[in-house]
């Protein structure tokens, strides 16, 4: 018996040892590993604050830009004109509408460059020489739309001088803020020498500033002004996708969680349903693309680059992930629950609409703007059915022709003009970042709060 | 941290006396004259979770190669003091040990203990049967293969065998031993942790109510064991069943929120209980 | 008739039907009608139902047949050889009609037959739009009185009104497998269509991908899948060597090691990448990473193309992380605790524990997650429109520019709707090879999850 125990001792103490040998390298591959690990997390870190520093680096200077402070003289000599036709009694719509079409094309024949060029030249420092082209070329052309526009809203301008700030062109934008070498030769260069020399003495003498670009922010996309190419359009694009996918989506998404969660008999087909969600919820997004363009473009004829048919390719899109989190929701309820509000003798739906989802609300409200804030930063299935077509005009209607932000990124950033627009379309990445880190922020407070006053 | 703690628990045993008069902290002690030398020893153990105190200022002796069991009612700190002799409490976060563990009077919370080479000393088996999701061999093997016990695959085989036949568990699964560990059945399972635990070769085995998750059958098959296993192995058993306490330990020590009240042969705790609180336990007043 | 107004009329049916139910319910019960089964909301929900479901039908159906009839209403006043003749001149002919009819009028002449046909299209329109609502008004108060008249104590108005909730919970939970019908047959009916221009052979194991766009339409162009599949996958390896194993690393760390301030922060920061629109991934890899890659390229000697496979492929890594760390996250907490102190009894490091332990056991879990990270690598499209470089070329190198399958469909489709050539109908045929194999990975990896969660429950 004690030799047995003495045995046993003897082996304890051999095994003792080895353990106590391999000690040291168990604790540097335990170091190691760790070490691993913590540079894998720093390594995501990292790629964080990369992604975020380039974005808001290339993105800020684009949200200040040069405008030309200038007084700009409607002068009646350029502007002879009759006035804007009005409807006459008895006549047709579409006659009046002919009729305004002509006098529009009458206005636009005027010669606005004009009026934009001899503002300027009021300003030339004293002795210096520049041709119209020149001199122009540091305007953005939308500035004479512009003008034409103010004279249409208002005929009292006739005649009189106004200050107004305008909208410096994208070359005289690059040059001001170095975006372009200012090295190159003449032949690589955009602007003219001369036209380069007015925009630095204008810059120095204060009649070209800095200012916030509104523009990028209130305007539609233009192709031809470059300068004065803004967000509005693809923003109410991607504002009416949105209502369409809060109205669709939303109410219909947790109307299929609570059939499937809280009445579908565990059936065969209920599994088969559950399947086919989940499985929707990893298919590419570019296949609703597809979807959308063969169904809801070719054979139900929506109109081609429309918010509502976007809108509906987002809802199909949107509706599994919001299905899922619901059920997640749904079942995070205690059974208990459910129990005791069907043993006071209320019916399956008096238990879900009275008790559970009051309890699970603010998890599906959280779900809800998170599926939607997806489906704002959703691009590729939107190529498919056409909302990749350039708008001039902000939509004023679902059926309208529309794009969405991040298309209109994806548009920017194959502008050729790479010098101005790498610059804005990082700034319209950074209002389409801002707008889903407001909704996911909005989602976290509304969770809080009502979690909190529960 | 510890060395400063440990000075400063005979100030507060004498503060938590005086606050705490009516239940007396002073644990009741029958010495036996027959125990096994004592190599393994508490003393002035306080555990706190955050904020809470789980354990308040338990000082025992632990008898080698014999059972001492751990009873007393659920949360009064038994668990808890188990688990800080192999410190498993240390992967619990905001869990505060104090006071000393000695093993061989080396003090078991001293900074520059390996708490991997503790655990290979002092092995522990669960509540529930915990096998891992791999075949009886590799659960066996594991212990060894992570400690480089064996120096080559005979080696390991025959550690895997012993453990399994110190077990009693080898007849039942010889000629399925790279079938999964977790098709065994309940008491199985378990044997196959006590082999996993053995396979190491521990001193001391700490045993957290092995038996609460099995069926009266394999309950008694565990304490055959557990009592054959005791004369190599030292064995601190929590147990909530008396009647376990009684058929295998030698020594018994009972807790009564987070205190150590009594402790003494088991024998004597169970016939002749010097403490009230005790005596209410063992006749089922308190529970 | 304008929409806005229908709708408005049909709230007020549904509010009059209500208040109808609601008052005579409670009118029956204070008369002394006896104990009501139902309460009297529910009877006037009941009735407001029987109310505006037939009414709302019928406009239903002329909102989605309205235009086709009127259409061959002014086609059957038109002169006989404009309708033979068809196509532009026709449409333009029945817009016309359209216009004057709605007073709007046309501009330039109009024509005897134009100005006829408008006056008998508003005249139609008029009778027809009396028809249509008083049709549905007459129903919905029809049906209102009727189920007025229903209205006793016994009624189980309760009971019908959840059943009509639970049919309206039916359907919405149908949309999701109308959804997958529409995909499924979407792609395969355009797919057949294109396979009639192409041999399905020459298609699947083609090797030259070079779709010519051109009017003439048949045999130009060729269509072999191999060159793209190959673009996705050799960018779905690169994609998946990035992100594997820092995601898993990374659900490691802050799930066993990090404390846990430290994860409440790093945890939403990383998942932050999961939030970011693909299309911002893209222009951060033309811009920042393909850049940065042909100059380090460039440094140690090494000929990388600022758009190639590599860079596509790092971005899509970098954007897959989040995916593989949150998943592996989840799946490493349902371990149980039991194993890990079983393992680390045994005296196991924390490491030993994690290798030898918690990823055997959560190995099936994490495979599925990977597999569905594949599947999200394989289908997705800005990244690799804006920085693959776009050359379907079958070549291995990884530094040249590739293409994916989902490069093609959107040059193939993008600004064309017109469904005819082999051109735009390919995209569909790519489209169902991409469906096809995200299918498979999708179903397979959801079933490993799942059989791996109920292992643990």
């Not at chain 1, 979807?291 to 070719?298: D, K």
């Not at chain 1, 779900?367 to 997806?374: R, Y």
Request: with cysteine; net charge neutral.
């Amino acid at each position: 018996m004690s030799d047995l125990s003495n045995q046993t001792k003897a082996a304890g103490e051999d095994r003792h040892a080895l353990v106590r040998k391999g000690l040291a390298r168990r604790h540097r591959t335990e170091w190691l590993f760790r070490a691993a690990g913590l540079t894998a997390v720093i390594l995501a870190l990292g790629f964080v604050a990369i992604l975020f520093t380039t974005i808001v680096s290339k993105g800020l200077p684009a949200f200040q830009q040069a405008y030309i402070s200038a007084n700009v003289q409607f002068d009646p000599e350029l502007l002879n004109l009759d006035p804007a036709p009005e409807r006459q009694a008895g006549q047709s719509q579409a006659d009046f509408q002919a009729q305004s079409f002509a006098w529009q094309r009458e206005l636009a024949m005027l010669n606005w460059n004009a009026l934009v060029e001899a503002s300027l030249r009021d300003l030339l420092p004293i002795g210096f020489e520049i041709d119209s082209r020149q001199l122009l070329s540091i305007v953005e052309t939308s500035e004479r739309h512009r003008l034409r526009e103010m004279f249409v809203a208002d005929p009292s301008l006739l005649g009189q001088t106004v200050p107004v700030e305008m909208l410096a062109s994208a070359n005289v934008d690059n040059w001001l803020k170095g975006t372009i070498n200012r090295e190159l030769g003449d032949a690589q260069q955009q602007l003219s020498a001369p036209a380069r020399q007015l925009a630095d003495e204008f810059y120095e003498n204060g009649v070209i500033h800095m200012g916030f670009a509104w523009a990028l922010l209130t305007n539609v996309d233009s192709r031809s002004a470059p300068a004065s190419a803004g967000l509005a359009g693809a923003f109410m694009g991607s504002l009416y996708m949105l209502l369409i996918v809060i109205v669709l989506a939303v109410p219909i998404g947790v109307a299929s969680a609570i059939y499937l969660e809280e009445f579908a008999p565990k059936s065969r087909l209920t599994d088969f349903i559950e399947v086919n969600i989940n499985n929707l919820a990893a298919v590419p997004s570019i296949v609703f693309g597809l979807l959308g363009a063969a169904v809801f473009i070719n054979y139900f004829r929506l109109p081609l680059s429309a918010p509502l048919a976007g809108g509906l390719v987002l809802t199909l899109m949107t509706l599994p992930t919001i299905i899922i989190a619901t059920r997640a929701a749904l079942k995070g309820v205690p059974q208990s629950l459910r129990q005791a509000a069907l043993g006071l003798g209320a019916s399956r739906s008096q238990m879900v609409f009275h008790h559970i989802l009051p309890v699970t609300f603010p998890s599906i409200l959280t779900a809800s703007i998170i599926g939607v804030a997806q489906a704002l930063g959703e691009t590729a299935p939107l190529l498919l059915i056409g909302m990749n077509a350039f708008v001039a005009q902000i939509p004023t209607s679902p059926m309208d022709q529309a794009t969405a932000l991040p298309v209109q990124i994806f548009l920017w950033n194959g502008n050729e003009n790479r010098n101005f627009f790498e610059a804005r379309t990082s700034a319209a990445i950074m209002v389409l970042l801002g707008l889903m880190i407001s909704l996911n922020a909005i989602a976290i407070f509304l969770r809080t709060y009502l979690e909190r006053k529960k | 941290m510890n060395q400063v703690l440990t000075s400063r628990s005979a100030l507060e045993m004498s503060a938590t006396h005086s606050k705490d008069a009516l239940a007396s902290h002073q644990t009741v002690r029958t010495p036996d004259p027959d125990a096994h030398p004592s190599r393994l020893r508490a003393d002035g153990v306080s555990v706190f979770y955050g904020d809470k105190q789980a354990l308040f200022d338990v000082s025992i002796d632990i008898p080698e190669k014999s059972v001492s069991a751990l009873i007393g009612p659920s949360g009064c700190g038994k668990s808890t003091f188990l688990r800080c002799i192999n410190r498993m409490n240390d992967t619990i976060e905001g869990c505060k040990v104090t006071g000393d563990i000695t093993l061989d009077g080396q003090n078991l919370y001293d900074g520059n203990l390996d708490v991997v080479e503790l655990r290979a000393r002092i092995g522990m088996v669960f509540q529930k049967p915990n096998p891992f999701p791999k075949s009886i061999f590799e659960n066996v093997a594991y212990g060894p293969k992570i400690h480089g016990l064996a120096r080559n695959k005979t080696d390991l085989e025959e550690i895997v065998v012993t453990s399994l036949q110190k077990a009693g568990l080898f007849e039942e699964v010889k000629d399925r031993l790279h079938s999964p560990g977790t098709g065994l059945s309940g008491g199985q399972q378990q044997r196959l942790c006590i082999a996993r635990a053995m396979a190491v070769g521990p001193e001391v085995i700490l045993m957290d109510e092995p038996c609460s998750a099995l069926d009266p059958i394999a309950t008694a098959i565990i304490e055959e064991l557990i009592d054959e296993l005791r004369s190599n192995y030292t064995i601190v058993i929590v147990t909530h069943s008396m009647q376990q306490a009684a058929r295998v330990s030698q020594k018994t020590a009972f807790f009564h929120l987070g205190k150590l009240i009594e402790e003494g042969p088991t024998e004597a705790i169970f016939t002749n209980p010097r403490e009230k609180r005790t005596q209410d336990y063992i006749t089922g007043r308190i529970g | 008739m304008n929409s806005l107004m229908i709708a408005a009329i049909l709230l007020v049916l549904l509010g009059l039907a209500y208040q109808v139910g609601w008052s005579r319910s409670r009118a029956l019960a204070t008369s002394g009608g006896g104990r009501f089964h139902s309460r009297f909301h529910y009877h006037g929900a009941l009735v407001a139902i029987w109310a505006v479901a037939p009414a709302a039908l019928i406009l239903g159906l002329w909102a989605l047949f309205g235009q086709t009839v009127s259409a061959s209403y002014v086609q059957s006043l038109l002169p006989v050889e404009l309708v033979s003749a068809g196509g532009n001149p026709l449409a333009t002919a029945i817009s016309r009609v359209r216009a004057l009819a709605s007073g709007y009028g046309v501009a330039g002449e109009v024509a005897d037959y134009e100005a006829a046909a408008a006056d008998a299209l508003a005249r139609f329109q008029l009778i027809v739009t009396l028809i249509v609502v008083g049709s549905a008004a007459a129903c919905g108060i029809l049906a209102l009185l009727f189920a007025r008249r229903r209205i006793t104590p016994r009624l189980r108005a309760r009971n019908q009104v959840e059943r009509a909730i639970t049919l309206l919970l039916v359907a919405c939970s149908a949309i999701a497998i109308l959804t997958t019908v529409g995909i499924v047959a979407s792609l395969v009916s355009e797919a057949i269509r294109f396979f009639t221009f192409v041999n399905p052979l020459d298609f699947f194991f083609g090797t030259v991908w070079n779709p010519v766009f051109s009017s003439t339409g048949g045999g130009s162009g060729r269509y072999g899948l191999l060159p793209l599949l190959w673009g996705t996958t050799m960018i779905a390896i690169i994609a998946m060597l990035v992100a594997l194993p820092i995601g898993l690393m990374t659900a490691i760390y802050l799930n066993q090691y990090a404390p846990r301030g430290v994860r409440a922060v790093v945890k939403p920061i990383v998942e932050i990448l999961a939030g970011i629109p693909t299309i911002v991934y893209g222009f951060f890899a033309l811009t920042t990473v393909g850049p940065f890659l042909s100059g380090f390229g460039a440094m140690i000697g090494l000929d990388i193309r600022g758009t190639s496979a590599l860079t596509a492929g790092l971005v899509m890594g970098i954007m897959i992380i989040p995916f593989i760390s949150s998943l592996s996250d989840d799946i490493l907490s349902q371990v149980p605790t039991s194993l890990r102190d079983g393992s680390y009894g045994l005296g196991a490091t924390q490491s030993e524990t994690i290798r030898r332990v918690l990823l055997p056991a959560a190995l099936p879990g994490i495979v599925g997650a990977f597999l569905l990270a594949v599947s999200r690598a394989i289908g997705e499209t800005m990244i690799v429109v804006l920085a693959a470089g776009n050359s379907p070329v079958l070549r291995a190198n990884p530094l040249e520019p590739t293409s994916t399958v989902t490069v093609s469909i959107v040059n193939q489709l993008t600004g064309d709707t017109d469904f005819t050539g082999p051109q735009s109908l390919v995209a569909f045929a790519l489209g169902l090879t991409l469906f096809v194999i995200t299918l498979c990975l999708n179903v397979v990896a959801l079933y490993i999850v799942r059989r791996f969660r109920e292992q643990y429950d």
